[in-house]
């Protein structure tokens, strides 16, 4: 009896449904181009650690690093390579060097976008 009332309504609640889906693709897409001067992503959210430089592959744009806990990314203390944002951050850094340090925690690999020596 009211049949034609309710499928306008089912209409309207399918379409606000798949809303998200899409919002959320759509913004994927620009992370993934590391759009520039946009706030981040949630996924691309920035962390920071302290640690030891224990292998500075300089040439590959890597570098490995003991770091401390990580609390925000509920990471303990260990030893783990890193990739960096840009090569240059590691110039002047040395084996067995205190650095202080921010990442990104992507899919592949963490991403430092930031490193300075505490030496
Ligand atoms: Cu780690």
Do not use: C
């Amino acid at each position: 009896m009211h049949v034609r009332q309710l499928l306008p309504a089912l209409v309207l609640a399918l379409s606000l449904v798949s809303l998200p889906a899409s919002a959320a693709s759509h913004d994927g897409g620009h992370g993934a181009h590391g759009a520039s001067g946009a706030a981040p992503a949630a996924q691309a959210a920035v962390y920071s650690a302290k640690g030891t430089i224990t292998l500075a592959e300089k040439t590959e744009g890597r570098i490995t690093i003991r770091h401390e806990p990580v609390p925000a990314l509920n990471w303990p203390a260990m030893t783990m390579r890193f990739r960096l944002e840009d090569p240059s951050l590691a110039e002047g850094l040395k084996e067995g060097e205190a650095v202080r340090f921010d990442f990104r925690n992507e899919a592949s690999a963490p991403v430092i976008v930031n490193i300075e020596s505490l030496n």
